[in-house]
């Protein structure tokens, strides 16, 4: 087993609002998260399907707490009805994305926080995302898998790198965090000297 997998069914609801106030007696604002029912109950969900997926991944010798960490999590919301022909049969044309709100970072953020200390020691230890809103005509919900990140950067970073200055073939070689983690100035030292030394 290397990876945690599960799916929470349900129409996916993002992070509340915060909204400050100040105390009658007090001197700094407090923040107060506003959300409703509907979003309780979907963050109540989502860490209780994660808990029982984090249960079956120990038991297997998979804890994914304190690294870094690789998830894709595809949210499946209804299909509007403007996207279905009478017959039910889906129209031609109709939109495989999912374009109108709840907003993509927000509905992270609930996410983050709803599996942090169960799945994931903290939210900051998601490196590498891959977030989808899609339709389905299934049962809505969020499809979740995360695994330990891996060592190399996927070839759409790489080149992405490498269109800002990075050398891809040095990236590739070195493996990414050694490359990111060298002072500049260091990295242009060491190909100086590999000039030198082939001159």
């Excluded at 929470?8 to 106030?21: H, M, N, Y």
């Excluded at 109108?100 to 998601?126: C, N, Q, W, Y």
Aim: proline share 6%; charged share 30%.
């Amino acid at each position: 087993m290397n990876r945690i997998e599960f799916f929470v069914p349900g129409v996916a609801r993002p992070q509340g609002s915060k909204r400050a106030f100040m105390p009658k007696r007090g001197k700094r604002p407090i923040m107060v998260e506003q959300t409703d029912e509907k979003t309780r109950n979907w963050r109540s969900d989502l860490k209780q399907i994660a808990k029982d997926a984090r249960d079956r991944a120990l038991a297997a010798g998979l804890d994914l707490r304190g690294k870094a960490v690789e998830v894709t999590i595809v949210f499946a919301f209804p299909r509007a009805t403007s996207h279905l022909l009478a017959s039910g049969a889906l129209r031609k044309g109709r939109p495989l994305y999912h374009q109108s709100r709840p907003d993509a970072d927000k509905l992270m953020r609930a996410f983050g926080d709803a599996v942090t200390h169960i799945v994931i020691g903290d939210d900051s230890e998601l490196a590498h995302v891959h977030l989808f809103k899609t339709y389905t005509r299934g049962v809505p919900g969020a499809f979740v898998s995360l695994r330990c990140a891996p060592r190399r950067l996927p070839d759409e970073a790489l080149a992405l790198l490498g269109r800002f200055g990075h050398d891809q073939g040095e990236v590739a070689a070195v493996g990414h965090a050694d490359l990111l983690e060298r002072p500049l100035a260091d990295t242009e030292a060491q190909d100086h000297g590999s000039d030198r030394k082939a001159g």
